[in-house]
C-alpha cells in the first residue's frame, strides 16, 4: 500500500512561525517560536509528552488562535484567511479522532465534501484514497468497527482526499504495530519533496527516518533546530528531552 | 452551500446511526399517546357522570360550557406536550455540538472550509429537521383531537405551528449549551435549567412589581406558546420565536470562537 506518485505537481507550502508563543490561563505552553519549514521539506517536530508540539500544530491548522505572534501557511494567517489555509493543509490528529457512526467511505465523501470537493472530482479524490490507503475492502464498514491500523489509515485518507500541499501529522505511529508503523512511513516517506510536512513525534527513529530537518520543542522554547545529522548527533538522545520537565513560569 | 448540506447528512447520518434517535422517537409517540388517552378517559368519564340518567345527571346539550374535547382534551395536551418538549429535546440537542469536541472531531470541522457560521447552520438545521421528523409523529393525537372536536384545520396548523415554534426554540437553546460544552450531560442539564426556567415566569409574579411581571411574562415560552394552541396565530409570537433561535445561534456561534482563544 501507500504506492509512490503524488498527483499534481504542488512542491508543498511554505510554514512561517514568528514569535508565536501561546498561553492557556497563565502557563506558557509555547514561547516566542520562530521558525520557517520550506515547500517539500519533511520537517519533524521532536520533543517529549508536554513540550507543546501538539499546541504549535494546533496553531498552524488555525484550531487554536495564537496569544501572540503570528504563524502563516503560504503567507496567509489562520486567523485572518482561515479558508485559504485550511484549503492547503490535511491534519491527522495523535489519536484516531473519527466518526464512529459512518462508514468509511460516507466519511471520507463527508471530509472532501467539507473541504469544497464536489461532482466528478469528489468521487475521483474519494476513490483516489480508498485506493492509496487500501481501504476498499472496508469502505463499506462503520469506522468504530476498524481496527487501530485501519482507523489511523481512514485518517490519513481524510486528511489527505483534498491533496492537500501541507499535512501536518501528530505522533502517526503512536499505538500501532510494527508492519502499521511501517506502512505508515511508507506513506510519509512517499510525500518527500512533494508535499510539505510537518511530523510530530518524540520517537527519534522515526525523525531521522522521516524528516530532513527538525526542530525540538522544550518547555514550550525551541531548543534546537537544524538537519537531523546536526540536532540529533549534536546531543545524547535523552537529552534532548530532558528539560521538558520544567514547566515554564 | 454544498458543504453545509454535506453537514446537514452528515448529522443526520451521526444522530441516525446510533439507538438515540430510535429511543427518542419512541418516546415521544410513547409520551403523546400516554397523554392523550389519559386526557380521552378522564373526558369520557366525566361524560358519563354528566350523562348518565342513573345518576340524574345532565341532558345532553346542556353539559356544562367547559365540558368539552378542547377544553378537557386537547389545550391540556398541547400544555403538556409543550412541557414534555423540554425534557425530551435536550436528549437530541446534548451530543451535537459537545459530543464533536469531546471526540476531537470537531478538529475535521473547524480546520475544514465551512466557516464558523456555517458549522452552526448545518447543526441547527440537521437538528431542526430531526424535531419536525419528532413532532410529525407527535401530531397524529392532537390532529384525531383536533379533527373529532370538530376544531377545523385552520386550528390545527396553528397549533402544528406553535409545537415547531416551541419545539426549535428548545432546540435551539439545547444546541446553544452543547456549543458551550464538552460534556454531554452538562450541555444537557443545562439546557433543562435555561428552558425551565424560561419556560414560565408565572411563579415569579408575587415577588416582584407589576412592570417587571409584565417584563417576564413577556420573554416566557409558555404564554407565546398557549395563543398557538387556541388557534391563534400571531406574528409577535413567531418573532419571539425567531429571536430566540438567532440569539442561540449567536451562542452557539459564540462557542466556537471560545475554543479558539480559550
Not at chain 1, 507550502?13 to 506558557?28: K, N, S
Not at chain 2, 438545521?125 to 390532529?143: G, K
Request: proline share 4%.
Amino acid at each position: 500500500m501507500y504506492e509512490a506518485g503524488i498527483e499534481g505537481a504542488r512542491r508543498g507550502a511554505r510554514v512561517e512561525a514568528m514569535q508565536l508563543t501561546r498561553r492557556f490561563g497563565t502557563q506558557v505552553v509555547l514561547d516566542g517560536i520562530s521558525l520557517a519549514i520550506e515547500p517539500g521539506e519533511s520537517f519533524g517536530l521532536l520533543g517529549a509528552n508536554g513540550a507543546g508540539k501538539t499546541t504549535f500544530v494546533r496553531l498552524v491548522i488555525g484550531y487554536l488562535a495564537p496569544s501572540s505572534g503570528r504563524v502563516t501557511v503560504d503567507g496567509f494567517s489562520p486567523d485572518t484567511e482561515p479558508r485559504a489555509v485550511h484549503a492547503r493543509v490535511g491534519y491527522v490528529a495523535e489519536t484516531s479522532r473519527l466518526y464512529p457512526d459512518l462508514r468509511v467511505h460516507g466519511l471520507l465523501r463527508f471530509a472532501a465534501q467539507i473541504r469544497g470537493l464536489a461532482g466528478p472530482a469528489l468521487d475521483e479524490a474519494v476513490e483516489r484514497v480508498l485506493q492509496r490507503f487500501d481501504l476498499t475492502a472496508v469502505s463499506r464498514r462503520l469506522v468504530g468497527n476498524l481496527s487501530k491500523g485501519y482507523q489511523q489509515r481512514v485518517s490519513l485518507a481524510q486528511a489527505f482526499v483534498h491533496d492537500p500541499p501541507l499535512l501536518v501529522v501528530d505522533e502517526p505511529t503512536s499505538g500501532l504495530d510494527p508492519l502499521q508503523q511501517f506502512e505508515v512511513r511508507e506513506f510519509l516517506r512517499s510525500l518527500a519533496g512533494q508535499r510539505t510536512v510537518i511530523l510530530c513525534t518524540h520517537d527519534l527513529l522515526e525523525a531521522r527516518a522521516l524528516a530532513t530537518r527538525v526542530g525540538v520543542l522544550r518547555a514550550g522554547k525551541l531548543a534546537a533546530l537544524g538537519s537531523v545529522d546536526e540536532v540529533l548527533d549534536a546531543a545524547a538522545p535523552l537529552d534532548l528531552f530532558r528539560a521538558a520537565k520544567a514547566v515554564p513560569a | 452551500m454544498r458543504a453545509v448540506c454535506a453537514l446537514v447528512r452528515k448529522e443526520l447520518a451521526v444522530l441516525f446511526g446510533s439507538p438515540m434517535a430510535y429511543l427518542v422517537l419512541a418516546f415521544v409517540g410513547l409520551v403523546t399517546a400516554l397523554l392523550f388517552f389519559d386526557h380521552l378517559r378522564v373526558y369520557n368519564q366525566i361524560l358519563f357522570v354528566y350523562t348518565s340518567s342513573a345518576s340524574g345527571g345532565f341532558e345532553l346539550g346542556t353539559l356544562p360550557e367547559r365540558v368539552n374535547l378542547e377544553d378537557q382534551v386537547f389545550l391540556p395536551l398541547m400544555e403538556q406536550l409543550g412541557v414534555a418538549l423540554i425534557g425530551i429535546v435536550p436528549l437530541v440537542t446534548m451530543r451535537v455540538f459537545a459530543e464533536e469536541r469531546a471526540r476531537g472531531t470537531e478538529e475535521i470541522l473547524v480546520t475544514s472550509l465551512l466557516t464558523p457560521s456555517q458549522i452552526v447552520l448545518g447543526k441547527f438545521v440537521a437538528t431542526f429537521l430531526f424535531v419536525t421528523l419528532m413532532l410529525t409523529c407527535s401530531l397524529v393525537y392532537p390532529a384525531a383531537a383536533v379533527l373529532r372536536a370538530g376544531l377545523g384545520l385552520p386550528h390545527l396548523a396553528a397549533v402544528a405551528i406553535g409545537l415547531f415554534a416551541l419545539s426549535f426554540a428548545l432546540a435551539a437553546i439545547g444546541l446553544a449549551c452543547s456549543a458551550l460544552s464538552s460534556n454531554q450531560i452538562m450541555a444537557a442539564v443545562s439546557a433543562y435549567a435555561v428552558a425551565f426556567v424560561i419556560y414560565d415566569f408565572g411563579w415569579l409574579e408575587p415577588f416582584t412589581s407589576a412592570g417587571a411581571a409584565k417584563v417576564l411574562d413577556a420573554i416566557s415560552l409558555q404564554p407565546r406558546f398557549v395563543g398557538f394552541a387556541e388557534g391563534i396565530v400571531s406574528l409577535a409570537d413567531l418573532l419571539y420565536f425567531a429571536a430566540i433561535v438567532a440569539t442561540a445561534a449567536a451562542v452557539a456561534r459564540l462557542g466556537l470562537d471560545v475554543v479558539r482563544v480559550r
